[in-house]
């Protein structure tokens, strides 16, 4: 099987796919694609300071790992949950949660 270079692409220490030079994770730009449906174009005017190569280069990368990074994804969710129901747990609900979930606005 061929390697692919993404040029645009490198991992932090820890492993983490980022833009190069940038702070941008990889991840970031992938959920303004999957959360909004955006478009490179639409995600460079979001990320001014990424070219509208790095863009696409990150979304290349996110498709070739998909799998990978979707689980990525997947535990990040699962992390902010986890940190609510902490919250939750030790404050209370929140009264303005609880208005928004009897209105119907909140799940």
Do not use: W
Not at 12 to 21: A, L
Not at 62 to 73: A, G
């Amino acid at each position: 099987m061929a390697t692919v270079d993404y040029p645009h692409i490198s991992s932090t220490s820890d492993g983490v796919p980022v833009i190069t030079g940038t702070n941008t994770k990889v991840v970031q730009v992938v959920l303004d694609h999957l959360a909004y449906g955006s478009d490179a174009a639409e995600i460079q005017r979001e990320f001014p300071h990424l070219s509208l190569s790095a863009v696409h280069c990150a979304l290349a990368y996110y498709y070739d790992h998909k799998e990978e990074m979707d689980e990525d994804i997947a535990r990040r969710k699962q992390k902010v949950e986890d940190i609510k129901a902490e919250l939750d747990a030790r404050q209370g609900p929140s009264p303005l949660r609880e208005r928004l979930r009897a209105e119907g606005r909140l799940p």
